[in-house]
């Protein structure tokens, strides 16, 4: 077991090494965006330099408002995200097993999945109203038709004599589920909600912006307002830096190892 482990998960300082080196880019393009402004002697109101934006982001994080913004943003994606999962999970394994209820629920998940995400902003807040729920509506619209699919996908191809096998072996309905089903389709399900979780994400700032008045979106938005264009770039590398750090440190190790794991790939 412990083998297994150690083949599967990777080292957290080799994966804090692995997004030290994918960031590297980035602080090139901070010294670019620093040469441009000065040479070109850029009105701050336009775009402000890197010290103003570091010293307006070290304000926001003395005072601790960065923190609460944060904090809301992530409390609302990883609900919405949550709630998203124990729903579509469910729902595509039985559109995997069952040909009635795939064929009847194909049409509807093609036609609400390209309206997954920033679409749904309007009419949640008439709802939900503004505020935490209208928000984690619309996360939860970003995941749920990414993550069905994907599960639907995930069951599909499993092979029909694997299922058949397991089943003259004596399995029943939870132990096909759990020892057949499930494992099967999990590489699939954990590409399907690191997808879904990015489309949440860029709907989680949308909807910031308009339905409450905590998290990053609103920073931007409010920044907006008072003309602080270096609090506004400032929240955007924050926004940027925390997705990366996610999906580098988090979901992709995560997708990875369910591949490695259950899937038909072998780590090389």
Do not use: C
């Amino acid at each position: 077991m412990a083998a297994d482990q150690t083949t599967i998960f990777r080292p957290a300082p080799s994966r804090v090494r692995q997004a030290l080196r994918f960031l590297w880019p980035l602080f090139g393009l901070v010294v670019v965006w620093q040469v441009l402004v000065m040479a070109l002697d850029v009105n701050p109101r336009v775009f402000p330099d890197v010290p103003t934006v570091l010293s307006a982001g070290w304000k926001t994080i003395i005072d601790g408002t960065l923190l609460t913004h944060v904090g809301a943003s992530l409390l609302r994606v990883s609900v919405g995200t949550v709630l998203a999962i124990v729903t579509a999970v469910p729902l595509g394994i039985a559109m995997g097993v069952s040909r009635g209820i795939s064929t009847f629920l194909t049409p509807p998940l093609r036609f609400f999945s390209v309206l997954a995400g920033i679409a749904w902003i309007p009419i949640a807040t008439l709802w939900f109203g503004y505020g935490f729920g209208a928000i984690t509506f619309v996360i939860f619209n970003a995941v749920f038709f990414v993550v069905t699919y994907n599960t639907l996908l995930g069951v599909s191809t499993i092979p029909m004599p694997l299922r058949h096998a397991a089943a003259s072996l004596g399995a029943g309905h939870w132990q096909m589920l759990t020892q057949v089903l499930l494992p099967g389709a999990l590489p699939n399900i954990v590409t399907g909600i690191r997808t879904g979780m990015g489309f949440a994400w860029r709907g989680l700032i949308a909807a910031e912006m308009i339905a409450t008045n905590t998290g990053l979106g609103y920073m931007l938005f409010l920044a907006r307002d008072f003309y602080r264009t270096e609090v506004i770039v400032f929240a955007m590398i924050v926004i940027g830096i925390i997705w990366l750090l996610l999906d580098r440190l988090l979901l992709a190790p995560l997708e990875r190892a369910t591949v490695e794991r259950w899937g038909m790939v072998q780590r090389s």
